[in-house]
Every structure is written in C-alpha cells, then in structure tokens.
C-alpha cells in the first residue's frame, strides 16, 4: 500500500520570499514516482513537478524544486520567489509498480498563502 | 488545445437519487481516470480506463458506482441511490501514455454532486 503524509494543513508565507512544503511517503514499491499539485479555488489540479524514485538529481521546474530525500522517504517542495498567484492548496502525491504507474496517491494537502 | 471538460460542473440531487457525471478528456487520450475528492481531502482514485475497458476500478467504493466508455473517449460515472455521503467534488483526469512513471494525468475542474 501507498501512503502520503503532509502534516502542514496550512502555512503562510510573505510574497517575494521562499518557502517549503513537507511530504512524507510510504510505499513498498522499489519504482515509483513522486507528484506535486497545486489546486486553486478554482478546483482544477495543475501539475507542478515530478521526480522518479531512481533519479539522482532533485527535480526543478522554474520557481519550484523537489527536495527528495529517498532514505528519509521525503519529498517536499521548495517554491522560491513567492507570488500572490501561489496561494493554493497544494498536494503531494504518488505512484508506483503496484499500481501500473496509474494509480495516484495523494496526501491530504497544505493550503499556502501567500501574504502582501 | 481543449483540456478536459467535465459536466455539469454542480449537481444537487436527493437522497436516492441516480445521477451522471460526465467526462470529456483530452482529444487522443488514450487513459481516463476518475477520483473523488471530499471536503479537506486529497483526491482519492476511484477507476482507471485504458481505451474502452476498466483497466482498475478498484477504488469504486460500492456497486451503486458504475463508470462507462463505451467509445474510448467521453466517460460518464454513474452513482446509483445516492446517499448524502455521497457529496464530494468528482474528478475526471486523462494521460496520453500508460506504464510509465513520469506519465502525467491532466485534470479537469470537477462536478461537485451535492446529496441533499
């Protein structure tokens, strides 16, 4: 089985600075993928970064990066640069071998916002 | 491009009830797959399709859920005799590759059902 931890259910952060979201995962898959999302009030989930189990480097989109820690199974997210625009929830989440890479996981979300 | 649609984007039904939730995915997607999301919850998977067949509707929690497509593109879930614990927002994702650990699921903006 597949579990996602986030334990932060909301974080605040000023604009123009960075900060981190926690992720925590299990799984006994030896291949999986871990996902970032982030949600609007708008309800559509928008894809943000990935970073495969097997890769050697941590993962950078633009403004974001994954920071995996593969022995500590974490995989939190750094947004650099906060903009008004990222107040969202935001959701870790992942898939594995078990599931044929299809079916996600996800945690139980951080909502970030973003202050003036 | 279209991204996915889903219709009616609110649906507010009675107890036992049957209503449907359609999904329209990304044009040449061969992968569909739906998810419910309850209120202060991460979306949790419900099925998977890969062309016309149910891939793994393992996450249906009871059979008055039933999900089709029939012509390996729109899908519609169906929930048979509602119950208000029914209430959630209802996701609808697609992807263009299957088996693959980076294989990203483009959402749509959901149908929140309401069971009065």
């Known amino acids: 089985a597949q579990k996602i931890t986030q334990t932060q259910p909301g974080m605040f952060v000023q604009e123009k600075e960075a900060v981190t979201l926690d992720c925590t995962y299990d799984t006994s898959d030896p291949s999986y993928g871990l996902f970032w999302y982030k949600q609007p009030s708008s309800g559509e989930m928008i894809f943000l970064i990935y970073q495969g189990s097997y890769d050697q480097q941590n993962a950078t989109e633009g403004r974001y990066s994954l920071n995996f820690q593969k022995a500590r199974k974490s995989a939190n997210l750094v947004i650099s640069a906060s903009q008004l625009g990222d107040s969202a929830m935001y959701f870790c989440?992942?898939?594995?071998?078990?599931?044929?890479?299809?079916?996600?996981?996800f945690g139980t979300g951080t909502k970030l916002q973003v202050i003036p | 491009g279209a991204g996915v649609s889903q219709t009616p984007s609110n649906k507010v039904t009675e107890k036992g009830k049957y209503v449907e939730l359609r999904c329209d995915p990304i044009?040449?997607?061969?992968?569909l797959y739906w998810y419910r999301q309850s209120l202060g919850q991460g979306p949790e998977f419900l099925i998977y399709?890969?062309?016309?067949?149910?891939?793994?509707d393992s996450g249906l929690p009871n059979d008055r859920f039933f999900a089709v497509r029939p012509e390996g593109s729109v899908s519609t879930l169906k929930i048979q005799r509602t119950e208000r614990g029914d209430s959630a927002v209802y996701l609808c994702a697609s992807s263009q590759q299957t088996g693959l650990q980076n294989n990203e699921q483009f959402f749509g903006p959901g149908t929140r059902l309401t069971v009065l």
């Open positions: 044009s040449g997607h061969t992968a």
């Open positions: 989440a992942m898939r594995g071998a078990t599931g044929g890479y299809q079916k996600v996981t």
């Open positions: 399709f890969q062309g016309t067949g149910a891939a793994d």
